[in-house]
């Protein structure tokens, strides 16, 4: 869930030892663990191990303003974020001011992820697949399991963020599409688009509506359609799907929802061309039209009706009738559960709900 602890005990006792057994049981698990010492000799006693200055960029001279050269999204940040453990040796040896920083910095480096919290030293991760569905990962055999469940969020950014993390969870190997970028073809100042916008400025490029350019997939993962595909036969923009093999030139799915519902569908590569006009470029992006769909933006649940529903909001919705849409999907009070997360001036278990003001004006 969570924590700080203190292991202390006088030379001799076995404290490396300890160390050294949690990092291997660690580290088999496939997690990262960062080993880290007050002291330079200290650290090769440790697999791996860093002086805490050179692995958290702590400056030598120190005082209470003192802040870590972190920066959000730098690969040190990826790998800190990603630690299920930091171990830090010999931690009576150096200065208050050495921790003040770091929890600092990793309080900064872990605000954007929805596993922060706020409350904990260092703004500790907490679990949320337990939020979600504790029981996913024993009932994926289960006929029809996600053909009622979803997770809703308000932004793409958390839904990526939940898809990513229950995508990590999911047993089993995971296969990695990369998708093909170019600039449309046009007429007007193609020579300069075709000079300005690489593949790999293209690659990044993410918005609604348009799958990313790195999908990786795993069998039994729950994914949406983003075209509308065959509609007779139910793949529209936003059937909900179930992987069941993935092949190089198509996926294999069977479908969890619309009147075709069981159904075994292929899904191919396409050109899919965004419409956001917000682009700096047309451009088009030869991929598998889904992503993952652990968790949804709240829009694209609309219309739809299940009988387990997990809001998790990180922060307040913004738009007009959102919570409504939100808490209106589910079937039953017991079957929804809601995560409110850093909701700042808001009292405890207490969101916003926006709404205008002329929905008033007549009652």
């Given at each position: 869930?969570?924590?700080?602890?203190?292991?202390?005990?006088?030379?001799?006792?076995?404290?490396?030892?300890?160390?050294?057994?949690?990092?291997?049981?660690?580290?088999?698990?496939?997690?990262?663990?960062?080993?880290?010492?007050?002291?330079?000799?200290?650290?090769?006693?440790?697999?791996?191990?860093?002086?805490?200055?050179?692995?958290?960029?702590?400056?030598?001279?120190?005082?209470?303003?003192?802040?870590?050269?972190?920066?959000?999204?730098?690969?040190?940040?990826?790998?800190?974020?990603?630690?299920?453990?930091?171990?830090?040796?010999?931690?009576?040896?150096?200065?208050?001011?050495?921790?003040?920083?770091?929890?600092?910095?990793?309080?900064?480096?872990?605000?954007?992820?929805?596993?922060?919290?706020?409350?904990?030293?260092?703004?500790?991760?907490?679990?949320?697949?337990?939020?979600?569905?504790?029981?996913?990962?024993?009932?994926?055999?289960?006929?029809?399991?996600?053909?009622?469940r979803a997770i809703l969020a308000p932004t793409l950014d958390c839904v990526a963020?939940?898809?990513?993390?229950?995508?990590?969870?999911?047993?089993?190997?995971?296969?990695?599409?990369?998708?093909?970028?170019?600039?449309?073809?046009?007429?007007?100042?193609?020579?300069?688009?075709?000079?300005?916008?690489?593949?790999?400025?293209?690659?990044?490029?993410?918005?609604?509506?348009?799958?990313?350019?790195?999908?990786?997939?795993?069998?039994?993962?729950?994914?949406?359609?983003?075209?509308?595909?065959?509609?007779?036969?139910?793949?529209?923009?936003?059937?909900?799907?179930?992987?069941?093999?993935?092949?190089?030139?198509?996926?294999?799915?069977?479908?969890?929802?619309?009147?075709?519902?069981?159904?075994?569908?292929?899904i191919p590569r396409l050109n899919l061309i965004p419409n956001n006009e917000t682009?700096?470029?047309?451009?088009?992006?030869?991929?598998?039209?889904?992503?993952?769909?652990?968790?949804?933006?709240?829009?694209?649940?609309?219309?739809?009706?299940?009988?387990?529903?997990?809001?998790?909001?990180?922060?307040?919705?913004?738009?007009?009738?959102?919570?409504?849409?939100?808490?209106?999907?589910?079937?039953?009070?017991?079957?929804?559960?809601?995560?409110?997360?850093?909701?700042?001036?808001?009292?405890?278990?207490?969101?916003?709900?926006?709404?205008y003001r002329e929905v008033f004006e007549s009652l």
């Amino acid at each position: 869930m969570g924590g700080l602890f203190f292991l202390y005990g006088q030379g001799g006792c076995g404290k490396t030892f300890l160390w050294s057994t949690i990092s291997c049981s660690i580290r088999f698990k496939g997690g990262i663990i960062l080993n880290v010492v007050s002291s330079r000799i200290a650290a090769l006693l440790l697999s791996n191990g860093r002086t805490a200055h050179s692995r958290f960029k702590i400056s030598l001279v120190i005082n209470e303003d003192s802040l870590c050269s972190i920066k959000q999204e730098s690969p040190l940040a990826r790998l800190i974020s990603k630690a299920k453990l930091i171990t830090w040796d010999e931690a009576p040896m150096i200065s208050k001011y050495c921790y003040e920083a770091l929890d600092k910095c990793l309080r900064d480096i872990l605000r954007c992820l929805y596993s922060y919290n706020a409350h904990l030293p260092f703004g500790a991760l907490d679990d949320l697949i337990d939020f979600v569905y504790p029981d996913m990962l024993s009932n994926l055999s289960v006929e029809n399991y996600f053909n009622d469940r979803a997770i809703l969020a308000p932004t793409l950014d958390c839904v990526a963020d939940v898809n990513n993390k229950m995508t990590t969870g999911l047993p089993g190997q995971e296969r990695v599409y990369l998708s093909s970028d170019s600039v449309c073809a046009e007429e007007e100042n193609i020579e300069f688009e075709l000079d300005a916008f690489s593949p790999e400025i293209l690659n990044g490029i993410n918005c609604s509506g348009l799958p990313p350019h790195k999908l990786v997939m795993k069998v039994g993962a729950p994914v949406m359609l983003l075209r509308n595909i065959d509609q007779t036969n139910g793949l529209s923009n936003g059937t909900r799907m179930q992987v069941r093999r993935m092949g190089n030139h198509v996926i294999e799915c069977k479908t969890l929802t619309s009147n075709k519902a069981g159904s075994i569908v292929l899904i191919p590569r396409l050109n899919l061309i965004p419409n956001n006009e917000t682009l700096p470029v047309r451009f088009q992006r030869r991929q598998f039209p889904i992503i993952m769909s652990f968790a949804m933006g709240i829009n694209n649940s609309q219309g739809q009706t299940l009988s387990k529903v997990r809001i998790y909001l990180p922060r307040p919705v913004f738009t007009h009738g959102q919570l409504y849409v939100t808490l209106s999907r589910v079937t039953s009070k017991d079957g929804l559960r809601v995560l409110l997360q850093d909701h700042g001036h808001l009292e405890d278990n207490c969101t916003m709900n926006v709404l205008y003001r002329e929905v008033f004006e007549s009652l």
